[in-house]
């Protein structure tokens, strides 16, 4: 499975931005797709993720201003995300993998494919 994002820019505090990640081989042969992020220096940080059934999950910090979607159809994964703060500064990279004990935590180690990243910069 390889994965491409994209639809990361500069936006101003409060603006909103929509990622997508298309998804190269079947979004059927993993049961867990997520979105996370990174700073330099910091650790990877699950933002949200879908099951192939069942309700998305979020963090925390984003819970209510970004929305996890898919398009089993086209292959691809969407982030939406709503009043941007400068905290959520960061790569945003897609990533699938799988059911940990019937979830789909955030948390990367249960992740085996991943993008390259698209840079999202939030500014004040």
């Known amino acids: 499975v390889q994965l491409l994002e994209s639809g990361g820019g500069s936006v101003q505090a409060g603006g909103s931005l929509r990622l997508s990640c298309v998804v190269s081989?079947?979004?059927?042969?993993?049961?867990?797709m997520g979105w996370f992020r990174q700073t330099p220096g910091k650790e990877r940080e699950g933002v949200a993720s879908?099951?192939?059934?069942?309700?998305?999950r979020y963090s925390d910090s984003v819970k209510g201003r970004f929305t996890i979607s898919k398009d089993t159809a086209k292959n691809s994964l969407y982030l939406e995300m709503n009043n941007l703060k400068p905290e959520d500064t960061a790569m945003y990279s897609c990533?699938?993998?799988?059911?940990?004990?019937?979830?789909?935590?955030?948390?990367?180690?249960?992740?085996?494919?991943w993008g390259q990243g698209t840079q999202v910069t939030v500014s004040s």
């Open positions: 879908i099951p192939d059934e069942g309700d998305a």
């Open positions: 081989g079947s979004m059927y042969s993993s049961n867990c």
């Open positions: 990533a699938a993998g799988y059911r940990w004990r019937g979830n789909c935590y955030l948390t990367a180690e249960n992740y085996s494919s």
